[in-house]
């Protein structure tokens, strides 16, 4: 695999996509996920999954402390990062990254990021976020769909 994060960094400060081992077998394949030595951990929370119909949006939301690893080993999951950190290299830039077992990566999304995703395809999609803190409610804002303006069509 050889990659490392630092060979991954997408245009948004602080996010990467690391490629990630997928093992095809007959009998069915193995899906890597994380390990503690991975470039881009940074402590284990809580691990949970969640379904996303097709054409289905889910947005926008963005965490004050939790870091997501957010993993797509069923459908095609597209994720929109929004960066309105306003010290940010990357203030005000979007980022679109399509999540799938062909295109099978894990990205990473620190601390203060705009974070949406819409299901692909033409079947429902699971994605897995391996989080680096517990999930509270009181520690992520939400937006609807419309307060931040993104063309969601695909």
Known sequence: MGSTVKDNILDIEGVYLTPLKLIELSDG?????????DPGYSGF????????????IKAWKRHHEMVLNLIVPVGSVRFVI?????KSKSYGKFR???????NYYRLTIPR????????????AGMLLNIADIMHTPQEFDRKEKNEIQYNWEV
């Open 29 to 37: 394949d193995v899906m890597h996920g994380m390990k503690c030595s």
């Open 45 to 56: 929370g809580e691990a949970y999954f969640s379904i996303i119909e097709p054409g289905s």
């Open 82 to 86: 929004y960066d309105s950190r306003n």
């Open 96 to 102: 679109e990254v399509t999540l799938s077992k062909e």
């Open 112 to 123: 203060m990021l705009w974070m949406g995703f819409q299901g692909l395809g033409e079947r």
